[in-house]
């Protein structure tokens, strides 16, 4: 927790803080206040009522979220753990403060290299030539067993900022993340599992950058509500397996710029 302090003060009242904490996390348990994004924003309104002083409060919270998952064949179970961002700035004003929240997750996947894949496709289309196989059945080979690539291990990150009277679902932005790489990845993996992880994961390679762009159409398409000046953070780090160092993309919009942007490159594509 933040609390501004105005130069004609030496230092904040730090027990003021804890209250507040005691107070909000009481309303919790009590089920006043249910989202890890509302208790950030309710600790900052708070901040500012027993400082009164300070003109701006900032509350980060940072958590970890078991999420159940089934593997894709066996359907065994299995959980998964999410990092989970939240946070929330106050401004005083002359009247009622202004209260921005932001939600976010952290989620591992997997990501297939599509350079190194079409190197591997390039390599095997030779070899079929020079056994004599057409051009037919190559193209049915290719569609039915993807070429041989490097993966990553990729870690995609989502984070949305909004005015404290609307609401982000965490559900649906762990799902985009985990949607954006090439497949998603499992603590346990039964034989067929792995088979359709590692399949899936060939049949959809993306670059790091791709995983940024896919993060940001769903964004839209799944919170297309949200006012135009929510801030949309997108992060995706790829762990390179044939590099030594890894590989980053990042893009940080306003909804309304992403709106825009998607929309020049859809009317060029068209």
Do not use: W
């Amino acid at each position: 927790m933040f609390v501004d302090l105005p130069g004609s003060l030496k230092g904040a009242n730090l027990s003021r803080n804890f209250e507040v904490i005691d107070e909000v996390l009481q309303q919790a348990i009590d089920g006043d206040v249910n989202m890890i994004e509302k208790l950030c924003s309710v600790v900052a309104r708070k901040l500012l009522d027993r400082h009164e002083y300070a003109d701006r409060t900032e509350v980060l919270m940072r958590s970890e979220y078991m999420v159940k998952r089934e593997t894709p064949v066996s359907h065994t179970s299995c959980e998964e753990v999410v990092k989970v961002h939240a946070r929330a700035v106050a401004r005083r004003t002359f009247r009622t403060p202004i209260v921005r929240k932001s939600i976010g997750a952290e989620v591992t996947g997997m990501t297939a290299c599509p350079c190194a894949q079409n190197i591997m496709k390039e390599r095997a289309m030779r070899v079929l030539e020079n056994l004599d196989v057409s051009k037919d059945k190559i193209d049915e080979f290719f569609v039915a067993v993807p070429m041989a690539t490097h993966n990553q291990r990729g870690r995609g990150f989502l984070c949305i900022e909004t005015d404290d009277d609307q609401h982000v679902d965490l559900e649906k932005i762990i799902r985009i993340v985990k949607d954006s790489m090439s497949s998603g990845i499992y603590e346990l993996l039964k034989r067929g599992d792995e088979g359709a992880v590692v399949l899936a994961a060939h049949k959809n390679p993306r670059f790091v950058e791709d995983c940024v762009r896919e993060m940001a159409k769903k964004v839209l398409a799944e919170f297309e509500y949200l006012s135009g000046d929510s801030v949309v953070t997108i992060k995706q780090t790829n762990e390179e397996s044939i590099h030594q160092h890894d590989a980053y993309a990042e893009r940080r919009a306003t909804i309304a710029e992403l709106a825009d942007e998607l929309s020049v490159e859809k009317h060029s594509t068209d």
